[in-house]
């Protein structure tokens, strides 16, 4: 059993941006619900003590959404910091729940990873710190981990340059951690973990290791990622525990939307509550509709995610996008973001 786990909800979410300038990337919309309860379902799996989310970045768009966990059946505690801590920072703002061995996780990341059993490899091993691993083809943007053949961590390397790549195995911003581990933290300062922490306990021979998974794992902190995401839960390429039972035969439609029964609306689709879908549309998944969307007559949809109240023009044709404001196309308009 973990003690605790706290989800890291910081970052700007710079990369997203201009989705972010009001809404905090976690709370974005994930098959029409907030990427966060994707992740607190994840975690609802597994025994954990309590759920600290550690917030710097519009928390009040967070804890006015999730308040005391109530709804969602889990206790949630919050850590807020007055001004962005870093990683490691937000975590030790978080100390005082923390009492025996904790989960940290990146508030961006989706993942299948079996916690439980990177527990018992933490356990097995006497680590005082785990990292998850990944393995990703092009590692150039990523905090690459060297290990030892036990697992044992040898060397971090950040953001290498292609000659200095030396494995594909990166941090993937899930780590087990001993308490005791926070004391190498300086109190409310800016600190890291993957830049901070992590080097200093190998400078003092602690025991950090890495644990390789190679299930799942997605950084949705981009707009091509982000879509990718929905269309891959949509596909059944991997399962929300938010949402189970997805067939990629599908087609999820709120009981008071209203589709043109000349409309097409081929699988994997979700369509939101009070949508309007007008004649002639063809909807060719994976899409994802948000409450209150109109498509207009003769529309097209394909490979795509409408956050809610869009209004989409007739005979626009919208392919490989994502569109967050209120109206959209036109029948001289093609938007295809597939070949940017
Ligand atoms: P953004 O796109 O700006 O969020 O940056 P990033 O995705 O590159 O984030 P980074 O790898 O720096 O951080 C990993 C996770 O930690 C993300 O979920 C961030 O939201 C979160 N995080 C980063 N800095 C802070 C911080 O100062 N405080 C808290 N609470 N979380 C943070």
Redesign the pocket.
């Known amino acids: 059993m973990l003690s605790a786990a706290v989800i890291?909800?910081?970052?700007?979410?710079?990369?997203l941006r201009p989705l972010t300038y009001q809404l905090p990337?976690p709370m974005i919309p994930v098959l029409n619900r907030p990427f966060l309860e994707h992740t607190l379902a994840y975690l609802k799996n597994y025994e954990v003590g309590s759920t600290i989310l550690?917030?710097?970045y519009l928390p009040e768009a967070i804890q006015s959404h999730l308040g005391d966990g109530a709804n969602l059946g889990m206790p949630l505690n919050y850590a807020v910091?007055a001004k962005?801590?870093?990683?490691a920072?937000?975590v030790k703002n978080a100390e005082s729940y923390l009492e025996s061995t904790f989960a940290v996780l990146?508030?961006?990341i989706f993942t299948d990873l079996d916690l439980g059993d990177m527990l018992t490899f933490h356990r097995r091993k006497r680590a005082k710190a785990t990292i998850a691993l990944t393995w990703v083809d092009n590692p150039c943007a990523f905090g690459v981990v060297e290990t030892e053949g036990d697992g044992r961590v040898r060397r971090f390397t950040e953001k290498p340059s292609p000659d200095r790549v030396t494995t594909n195995w990166i941090n993937a911003?899930i780590y087990i951690l001993e308490p005791e581990v926070l004391r190498h933290v300086p109190e409310a300062s800016h600190y890291m973990f993957e830049r901070g922490l992590f080097p200093r306990l190998l400078e003092l021979d602690e025991p950090v290791y890495g644990y390789p998974f190679s299930g799942y794992w997605l950084?949705m902190?981009t707009p091509e990622k982000y879509l990718r995401l929905n269309c891959d839960l949509l596909s059944v390429k991997v399962a929300s525990h938010l949402i189970p039972g997805l067939s990629q035969d599908g087609i999820y439609c709120e009981a008071d939307a209203t589709i043109h029964p000349s409309a097409s609306i081929a699988s994997p689709v979700v369509i939101g509550g009070g949508c309007r879908i007008d004649q002639g549309v063809q909807i060719k998944g994976p899409v994802v509709i948000g409450a209150g969307c109109h498509i207009g007559e003769g529309a097209s949809l394909e490979r795509a995610v409408l956050w809610t109240g869009v209004s989409v023009k007739a005979g626009s044709c919208l392919k490989q996008c994502l569109v967050n404001r209120s109206e959209i196309g036109g029948k001289e308009q093609i938007i295809d973001f597939s070949h940017p």
Not at 8 to 15: D, E, K
């Open positions: 890291l909800v910081g970052g700007q979410g710079t990369r990337k550690a917030l710097s910091e962005a801590l870093g990683t920072g937000a990146n508030g961006d911003g950084d902190g």
